[in-house]
């Protein structure tokens, strides 16, 4: 079993910051990409930006220059520093990983999903 457990969401002023992290736990062998998705009110679900488990990066146009992922292979996370807050930021965050898991001596790929959290950008 793996799982994704995120945390570091709040209330946040327009201009301001917050860190999103997202730990992965479990029999895992290997994680390739990382990515964060969010997902406003009323609208689906997209891609704020990946990264690779090389360390390649990739951002959504409307967050870049304002939000940077990065990623601790040692300890099996992603986060993601958002600077420059605006109202249309507020989503909930979700942290996806591809992940390489190990049971009974054989490995099988995942893409495993996080919970979720919510950013609220709001003066």
């Known amino acids: 079993q793996v799982q994704l457990v995120e945390s570091g969401g709040g209330l946040v002023q327009p201009g301001g910051s917050l860190r999103l992290s997202c730990a992965a736990s479990?029999?895992?062998?290997?994680?390739?990409?990382m990515s964060w998705y969010r997902q406003g009110s009323g609208k689906t679900r997209e891609s704020v930006a990946f990264?690779?488990?090389?360390?390649?990066?990739n951002y959504a146009d409307s967050v870049k220059g304002r939000f940077t992922i990065s990623r601790d292979n040692a300890k099996n996370t992603v986060d993601l520093q958002m600077n420059s807050l605006k109202p249309e930021d507020t989503a909930v965050y979700y942290c996806k990983m591809g992940i390489i898991a190990t049971m009974s001596g054989s490995s099988k790929y995942y893409e495993v999903w996080g919970q979720g959290t919510l950013v609220t950008v709001s003066s």
């Open positions: 990264i690779t488990s090389g360390g390649s990066t």
């Open positions: 479990g029999s895992i062998f290997s994680i390739n990409a």
